[in-house]
């Protein structure tokens, strides 16, 4: 910021001081205005921080329902007034979305009897004519006996549902409430097998499921953001949407991926006329892209990362499978170490000699490769017990807390071996490369 202060404001401010005061006094007043300025900009900048998680984003999911859901009937009816002809629209559709749920022959006057609420999509009432786009409910406990009637089937365990829309150039998920996210929340999901765990997308929730968490591979990482959903993995549903010209023809392309290694399970494509059939579009690709997860379900292949489920054990034998691969190969294997060296009484006598300790250990985290890259290094010291993050902060310093034998001095001078910078203090140790 430039400031200019003219010679009649250096002379008023020279009176009585010298030319030297009235410098000081120009050089007070133009701190003043430069903190002023600052503070200003820091204002601002805080307000851009809380505008990241504000404004209108987030669409809150239906609730799920057992009762059976038929949608996109088409109707066209004429009659004597506008309301006869709506009428006799509800009628017709509830007949159609009987005939497709395969219920049999009844009268119109049973079927109305059995549902509970009809969905107006898109509508338009003449003075004699009605067109509309309709979907119709049934209610299970009448009409369970006839259609939906199913054995047991096998239900997936909780998956987080990360839609990501590619459109324009931009990719998004719940930055803004897009038309993808949208056709997720609206789908009624209580006729599948897949147990879907639909974020609202409001708030945080927009700062941690991005599109380029999808792309993440840090087990620790997705294990944090699943474990805020009570989710056992995810989804990772992508659309493509290419228009022609505004308002012109859209092609989409939609394919269907799961878990932190964002796996491939199958794709298709779909086409709507104008902006005003995107939405029914949207609607299919979401029930089809369902059908993708039914079938990897009964398959066997959707299922989810013991990695992400199960505790510690499993990350423990990686781990030390990796060590055993990156340990120098000059010395002899330990299974080729004369029987007398370790002897019987080894263990009993060093018990006592080494107490276990926990010890904090603060670390720098740039990325989720960094994180894994400490706990590897701390849990490959001969001694540790155990390992684990209790604060986690990509891109500052984070910290674990570790169980080790011997106690902080031994983890020091283990880590210092493996080429890290340890210095200690406050009953901590702080590691860097």
Request: proline share 6%; with cysteine.
């Amino acid at each position: 910021m430039a400031m200019t202060f003219s010679h009649n404001f250096r002379r008023v401010t020279g009176t009585g001081s010298g030319e030297g005061a009235g410098w000081r006094s120009v050089r007070r007043v133009g701190l003043m205005a430069c903190g002023a300025a600052i503070l200003a900009l820091g204002a601002a900048g805080g307000y851009r921080l809380v505008a990241q998680v504000e404004g209108d984003r987030g669409i809150a999911p239906l609730a799920n329902s057992e009762d059976i859901q038929v949608n996109g009937i088409k109707v066209d009816v004429t009659a004597k007034t506008g309301a006869d002809a709506r009428l006799e629209g509800w009628k017709q559709a509830e007949k159609e979305a009987w005939k497709k749920l395969g219920g049999p022959d009844m009268p119109v006057e049973a079927i109305d009897a059995m549902v509970s609420s009809v969905v107006i999509g898109q509508e338009q009432v003449g003075p004699r004519r009605y067109i509309a786009t309709l979907g119709v409910i049934f209610s299970k406990a009448r009409a369970g006996q006839y259609v939906g009637a199913g054995g047991a089937t096998i239900r997936s365990a909780p998956m987080l549902v990360l839609p990501v829309l590619y459109s324009g150039g931009v990719q998004q998920v719940f930055e803004v409430r897009g038309p993808w996210q949208r056709a997720w929340a609206e789908f009624q999901a209580s006729q599948s097998p897949i147990d879907y765990v639909r974020p609202v997308g409001a708030g945080g929730e927009s700062l941690i499921l991005t599109a380029g968490q999808a792309s993440r591979r840090s087990r620790l990482w997705w294990r944090n953001v699943l474990n805020q959903f009570d989710a056992a993995s995810v989804l990772v549903p992508y659309a493509r949407l290419e228009r022609q010209w505004p308002g012109g023809p859209i092609h989409g392309t939609f394919t269907a991926r799961y878990g932190p290694d964002n796996t491939f399970l199958g794709t298709f494509e779909m086409d709507a006329a104008s902006e005003q059939e995107l939405a029914g579009m949207l609607d299919k690709a979401v029930q089809r892209m369902d059908g993708l997860y039914r079938d990897a379900l009964a398959s066997g292949e959707l299922r989810t990362d013991p990695t992400l489920t199960t505790s510690g054990q499993v990350l423990d034998r990686a781990f030390a499978e990796l060590r055993t691969k990156l340990m120098p190969k000059g010395g002899a294997p330990i299974e080729a170490l004369p029987p007398q060296v370790v002897t019987p009484t080894a263990a009993p006598s060093l018990a006592p000699t080494a107490p276990v300790e926990t010890v904090p250990v603060q670390f720098p985290s740039p990325d989720a490769a960094a994180v894994d890259a400490a706990l590897a290094a701390v849990r490959g010291v001969p001694g540790v017990r155990g390992a684990a993050t209790v604060s986690l902060a990509v891109g500052g310093t984070s910290v674990m807390r570790v169980t080790v034998e011997g106690g902080s001095e031994r983890l020091a001078g283990a880590l210092r071996g493996q080429g890290w910078k340890v210095t200690s203090g406050g009953g901590a140790l702080r590691i860097t490369r």
